[in-house]
């Protein structure tokens, strides 16, 4: 493509219809449409992530790796793109270097190009093997910088966490705004000191939901910016991203553009025909949050959050419960919004507002994070908050199972026979299913006739294992 101007990555089967419609699509509703997408020359597209793998064994009873063995069949000219979150790879806990590997060897050997790298926190520490891995097999390692506002995160702050995640050896940055918090202006002046201080390609991954993505995205290309994520014009704004077409339209006029636009439209008619089926999954959201910029809740957090305030009959509460999420932020030193921490924040200010008590109950995985178990907290916490964690910490009886893959597969061979199905621990994508999502994974393998899941306690991302508890 034009050396001048960004690449474009397109994200509507894995972010677009995350934000749009809750992760629903179906593989079947993608396969008709691949083999267009694979001739428009988008650099890469995103394809997979935890919340795709989790929705896949949750509700869709399809194996996740099914999909990437379709797109790796059908999509024979563009990368493919997935998000891992670091030490957690596609789920809620952190896995050690043995899993972490395994999953990677697989993903890599299932078709994955590009792996983009991220921590809830921004810690280092948790997305260093991830990136070792991906390198190994000399694919490439995107960095991530989990972008936030907040007293403490300045562009200081980011250009030496990016300065950090390079040396680290990532092969490219991602500047991932999920809650669309990035302004124009800010966004330049960022990509501008990010390009002269870092020699890898940095790509920039922002939501419309507060209405500044289309000028974030724009000004991102003045400065010099390598690639932009955008979705299909009919799965994108709201809590999504700017439209490939009008982004395509921003930076090229009709003579130079080399995308086909018949072809792009042809892409969004068939993903506008197909919307209507998930129609059950959208979001309240009409316009324009501008609320955003004060709470700071992503997009896929916020549809989640109505959803799961409906399900329980409380949709009232929802004004308090997005005013409680920054309340939180600001007691456990500002850390950015973004799964798991996002689902923790999320369910401790459920808690706060169902109890109508800040912190009278308090979740297991909200201790966890606090006392630095998912990893280093950017800012201070709050120390009347601290004192109370630090006492209910010492009667709360830490639950390390540090099982090894053998033990795993033991497990699960056990689980199989007991079930009398075919023994699926010699398969390894079989075995991390297992390994990653153990009890949707026992669910889905010991039923070949799984129909409705109870959604009310089965929310996506594993909210509902938080409410549940
Ligand atoms: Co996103």
Redesign the pocket.
Known sequence: MNKNKPNITE?VLR?GQ??LIATRMTLDDMKPILKSMDNVGFSSLEVWGGATYDCCLRFLNENPWDRLKVFKKSLKKTKLQM?IRGKNLVGYKQFDDSIISLFISNAVKHGIDIFRIFDSLNDINNIQSSIKFVNKAKKNSQGTICYTTSPIHNEDYWIKLAKDIEDCGAKSLAI???AGLLRPGVCFELVKRLKKNLNIPIHL???STTGLSDATNYKAYEAGVDNI?TSISSFSNLY??TATESFMSMIYDDNTCPYDMNLLSKISSYFQSIRPKYEQYEGSMRGVDIDMLINQV???MLSILEKQLTDLKKSNKLKMLIDEIPRIRKDIGYVPLVTPSSQIVGAQALMNVLDNKRYKTLNKEFIDLVDGSYGKIPGTVCSKLKRKIDKTKTINNEDTDKLTIQDYKKEFSNFCNSCHLKDYSNSETDLLNYILFKKESMDFYASNDRTTTNEVIGLQEGFGLYIND
């Open positions: 994200v972010d995350q934000s998000l991932k705004d999920m991954h922002t939501h994520d999504a991203h992503p997009g896929g």
